[in-house]
Structures are given as C-alpha cells and as structure tokens.
T-cell receptor
Framework: AAGVIQSPRHLIKEKRETATLKCYPI?????VYWYQQGPGQDPQFLIS???????DKGSIPDRFSAQQFSDYHSELNMSSLELGDSALYFC??????????????????FGPGTRLTVT | RKEVEQDPGPFNVPEGATVAFNCTYS??????FFWYRQDCRKEPKLLMS???SGNEDGRFTAQLNRASQYISLLIRDSKLSDSATYLC???????????FGTGTKLQVIP
C-alpha cells in the first residue's frame, strides 16, 4: 500500500539559510500534518491542512510557513534557520472517512521523516 | 503539566511477560485516542486506535476510561520485537490537531 512520502530524507543547511521540505500524503487522504521531533523528545505538532486550507496551528515558529497544494502535497518552508531547528520533521496524513467507531477517523499515518541538520 | 502524560520508563521486561502502560490526558474535550510505536530514529507507526468499549488486536489490548481520563495498553507474551517507545495520542473531535504523550520506552530482554 502506498505510504506517505517525504523528501528529502536528509538535509544539511547552514545557519540563516532556508529549507523546503516536501510531503506527499497517502492517496485520497485530505489532511496533512507537520511535526518536529528533537532528540529524545516526542513529536511536536507544527501545523495541519485540510482540503488545502490551514486547519490548525501548533508551535510553528514565525520563520516557518507551510501550504497544501491542489494535488494535496504539502511543503514546509523554513527560513533564517537556527541551530535549534535541527530535528526530525515528520509529515503525516489522514482521511476524515468514518472509522469503526462511527466518528471521523483521525488516524494519522506518518512518513519516514526528513532529518534536518543546521550547522 | 503536559496535556498527555506517560511514564517515560524504561520498562525492562523478560520475553513472554505481560506489560501494561498507562497514559493520562487532561483535556476533557479529547475524543479520539491512539497508541503508536516508534523505533529509534524512525517514524511513529499506528499500533491501534482506542475505542470506548476497549479493543484487542492479537497480543495487544487497549482500554479507555473517560471518567478517569486515562488510556491503557496491555501487551501479552512480550516479544523482543516489541522493544520500542510507545506513544499515547489524544485528538479533539472536529479538530485535526493531536497531542502526543512523551512516550514510554519498552525493552524486552531475552
């Protein structure tokens, strides 16, 4: 079965540079989420999109922005990179189709992540 | 206080043992709950959703107690391959944001 695709898998940038991470959700999934996971930490929610509109916002710095395109893929743009931005960035996707419980399913399926290193 | 809390462990258990993890959530608006497992430096993988009536999938059983606002995961007959970090997740109905717990590390020992 098709999974969430993220690119690139690894990225090395210098301080103050910019980076763009890409996410291709599972086909027919309409919601995309971005997470940041630092070493030894749990995934921190950054932002989500539903049907190409921002649906929720978490702890995303103002230096970061994201969008979801007409083909449902999403990009996370990171500017003025800082050393503290070094982390694993995960994208996840979900579908709002009803689940077994008869309510909207928010089961999220994660991509393999992009490891960003800022030097 | 974090919105979703877990005992970080580590839980070191012998093969074949039964182990249980608990997770508490503070936001009473949380409606959907999940358990994920995460191997080192890999993405979280959905283990199971947690339903009000409780659910079982092979050696794994999940329970939800809304009154006490906690979720549990029981693993029977532990295998070496069960060694991972288990993340508890709570989601609010009508929103797409979910909150992860800090994870509980399990190490199954031969």
């Amino acid at each position: 079965a098709a999974g969430v695709i993220q690119s690139p898998r690894h990225l090395i940038k210098e301080k103050r540079e910019t980076a763009t991470l890409k996410c291709y959700p599972i086909p027919r999934h309409d919601t995309v989420y971005w997470y940041q996971q630092g070493p030894g930490q749990d995934p921190q929610f950054l932002i989500s999109f539903y049907e190409k509109m921002q649906s929720d916002k978490g702890s995303i710095p103002d230096r970061f922005s994201a969008q979801q395109f007409s083909d449902y893929h999403s990009e996370l743009n990171m500017s003025s990179l800082e050393l503290g931005d070094s982390a694993l960035y995960f994208c996840a996707s979900s579908s709002k189709a009803p689940g077994l419980a008869g309510v909207g399913s928010y089961e999220q399926y994660f991509g393999p992540g992009t490891r960003l290193t800022v030097t | 206080r974090k919105e979703v809390e877990q005992d970080p462990g580590p839980f070191n258990v012998p093969e074949g043992a039964t182990v249980a993890f608990n997770c508490t959530y503070s936001n009473s608006a949380s409606q959907s709950f999940f358990w994920y497992r995460q191997d080192c430096r890999k993405e979280p993988k959905l283990l199971m959703s947690v339903y009000s009536s409780g659910n079982e999938d092979g050696r794994f059983t999940a329970q939800l107690n809304r009154a006490s606002q906690y979720i549990s995961l029981l693993i029977r007959d532990s295998k070496l391959s069960d060694s991972a970090t288990y993340l508890c997740v709570a989601a609010r109905r009508g929103y797409q944001k979910v909150t992860f717990g800090t994870g509980t590390k399990l190490q199954v020992i031969p």
